[in-house]
């Protein structure tokens, strides 16, 4: 392994430790300027877009508004050149006591030591109805 695959490992494993401590200022320490993040839902096939540091300040903390209990663990990564991957098991509580557990991914660009792009996706339960 060369040493920007163990410096991409690394930056992974610092951002997951960051999502796990709710600490953005950690967080926007391990992104681009101008990075890109897919939030895993929203009104378009992507999700929701932030783009750049203002917009992705206000779009990494809303999963500790709605889970403030917010947690992932199973973190594995995996790095490839320019482009990482992060898979995770998330689990959280909303405000009215739902319990929460996905499985999902992050899809990563990296650029100058830093994330570029985050996009995210996640398997939910499917919500069924007792007749």
Same mark, same amino acid.
């Given at each position: ?9 690394? #930056? ?11 600490? #953005? ?40 508004? #709605? ?35 996905? #499985? ?28």
């Amino acid at each position: 392994m060369t040493d920007e695959h163990h410096r991409h490992l690394a #930056l992974l494993e610092a951002f997951a430790a960051a999502w796990n401590a709710h600490d #953005l200022p950690a967080l926007m320490r391990c992104v681009t300027d101008d990075c890109l993040f897919r939030a895993s839902s929203g009104p378009l096939p992507c999700g929701v877009e932030y783009r750049g540091r203002r917009e992705i300040e206000q779009g990494f903390p809303m999963i500790w508004t #709605l889970f403030p209990d917010a947690s992932w663990s199973g973190v594995r990564h995996f790095v490839s050149g320019e482009r990482g991957a992060s898979e995770w098991t998330f689990r959280g509580t909303r405000p009215d006591g739902t319990r929460v557990e996905v #499985l999902g991914c992050d899809l990563f660009d990296f650029r100058d030591g830093r994330i570029a792009v985050k996009n995210t996706f996640r398997k939910e339960k499917a919500l069924t109805r007792s007749t």
